[in-house]
């Protein structure tokens, strides 16, 4: 089970979805980011932490992510996985608790496989979760494709052994304060495997059905030059604005509600010209690539200083400040527990500037009314 399955777990969101995708990205070499690089350091420090909970030999990894920061988030999501550890024992004796888990879902998706965080079976309950150590975008549990693959490799290996009837499925992002959780009947799950999983999977291992923009785009390998994806965003220039002059509020609802994956797709194009441009020499039609604009830094303070207080003008306060650590550079520092019980009574949070966004965002109504909110000029 070397690589990448074509009908990865983490990508089904977006195959399921796109069908042709998942054959269409293997035209594109698989992408690397610090913010994975993060996540694997992260998910790595985790599993060792849990072994040593469940008195298993472990060596505690060593890499340049290592951070109070990371050493607290990580103890979260431990916290979190040791209680579902101890209550699965309560309810078995036998229970049985895998960590970073092969999965093989093949049955249903051909070649797939995935790789499971931490599983627990216990008595009727199966339990599958994951651990994301990003902070970008809460995840939910909700029908989560991904967990659901996770739940049915799982199934492969203990559905002779314990009566499972139930799965429950955990993402736990401690970053955000997230903790989503979504029960299954098997049942439902078996059926959603038969009805959904099973034919949209030959769609994509055979790179047939129809290709669909929508926000699983994301993180697909092909977002950049996709002509779906393109044709999608473009209809937005198409609307008829002709008459009357001023927009009616029905279109400028239709641009709302495009515009964020519109401005997205713009930069993934933007950004694939640049990159063409500067390591290939690719040259685009009616652009050129130039030097950006830069700011000026001093090459070593040290010398500065030394420079300015030789002239005997000036004074270490003169050239000199001194200024409290930011909140976000203080959090760190301290870490989030100590932070909070030392300096909870000394922070201030102001509202959040407003933003639209559409009515299936599940944060609270923004209130004029009750808002302190200034506009920052």
Request: aromatic share 8%.
């Amino acid at each position: 089970m070397a690589g990448h399955a074509l009908l990865s777990a983490s990508g089904a969101y977006r195959w399921l979805a796109c069908t042709p995708s998942a054959q269409l990205e293997r035209q594109f070499a698989n992408e690397t980011s610090t913010f994975a690089a993060e996540g694997t350091a992260a998910h790595a420090l985790a599993e060792h932490k849990l072994r040593r909970f469940l008195k298993l030999r472990s060596r505690k990894p060593v890499s340049e992510f290592d951070s109070p920061e990371m050493e607290e988030y990580t103890d979260a999501y431990v916290t979190y996985a040791c209680e579902l550890i101890a209550e699965a024992r309560k309810r078995s004796s036998d229970a049985i608790v895998l960590l970073e888990q092969k999965l093989d879902y093949s049955e249903y998706a051909p070649q797939g496989y995935g790789t499971g965080d931490l599983i627990i079976v216990s008595d009727c309950t199966l339990d599958v979760v994951d651990l994301k150590y990003g902070r970008g975008v809460a995840v939910s549990a909700k029908k989560n494709p991904q967990m659901m693959l996770y739940a049915l490799g799982a199934l492969q290996i203990f559905d002779s052994i314990f009566d499972i009837q139930t799965v429950r499925m955990t993402i736990v992002q401690p970053r955000l304060d997230n903790i989503s959780t979504d029960v299954l009947p098997i049942a439902e799950l078996l059926h959603w495997a038969e009805t959904e999983l099973r034919p949209r999977a030959k769609l994509a291992l055979n790179g047939e059905g129809e290709y669909i923009a929508g926000a699983h785009c994301r993180f697909c390998r092909a977002r950049r030059t996709c002509r779906t994806r393109a044709d999608t965003n473009m209809e937005l220039a198409k609307l008829d604005f002709k008459a009357p002059a001023l927009l009616s509020e029905e279109e400028i609802g239709a641009v709302l509600s495009k515009v964020d994956e519109l401005t997205a797709w713009a930069g993934d194009v933007k950004d694939y010209a640049l990159t063409e441009a500067v390591s290939s020499g690719k040259q685009w039609p009616g652009h050129k690539v130039v030097e950006g604009r830069s700011s000026r830094k001093y090459r070593d303070e040290a010398e500065v200083a030394q420079a300015i207080l030789a002239t005997g003008n000036f004074s270490d306060q003169d050239i000199y400040t001194k200024a409290l650590l930011g909140i976000t550079a203080m959090e760190k520092l301290l870490g989030k527990k100590q932070f909070g019980a030392l300096l909870e009574p000394f922070i201030s949070k102001a509202p959040g500037k407003p933003t639209l966004v559409p009515l299936s965002d599940k944060r609270p109504e923004y209130n004029a009314a009750s808002a302190d909110f200034k506009e920052e000029i």
